[in-house]
């Protein structure tokens, strides 16, 4: 995929760390990246990393339990890598089903 705005990483307990730290800041480096979402395995949980206005890369964390997770900027009918439609890999829809809310801190 060249050019990429949004990537979304299903974590493991082998990769999580790698994922987490050398390859994050890799990814920030993008200057097409937008959006970086980490999908805990361990608990139900999803961690959203935006690129705000100023270039400068915001974490939300959203668990189980919480309200609500918005990720601003997906369009609607937006397909992903492997053909799916919007609906089956959009982000804030699968994080609505957790029912989980963000909160956000400065990176």
């Known amino acids: 995929m060249t050019n990429p705005t949004l990537i979304v990483e299903a974590l493991s307990r082998s990769t999580e760390e790698y ?14 990246l937008r ?21 400068v890369f915001t974490s ?12 601003p900027g997906r369009g609607k009918g937006a397909r992903s890598s492997r053909g799916r439609s919007s609906a089956e890999a959009d982000p804030d829809r699968q994080c609505a089903a957790l029912g989980v809310a963000a909160r956000a801190r400065r990176a």
């Open 19 to 32: 994922d987490r730290g050398d390859k994050l800041d890799h990814y920030k480096n993008l200057t097409s």
């Open 35 to 55: 959006q970086y979402v980490l999908v805990s395995h361990r608990e139900r949980s999803v961690e959203v990393w935006t690129r705000g206005v100023d270039g």
């Open 60 to 71: 939300s964390v959203a668990r189980e339990g919480d309200v609500a997770l918005h990720l």
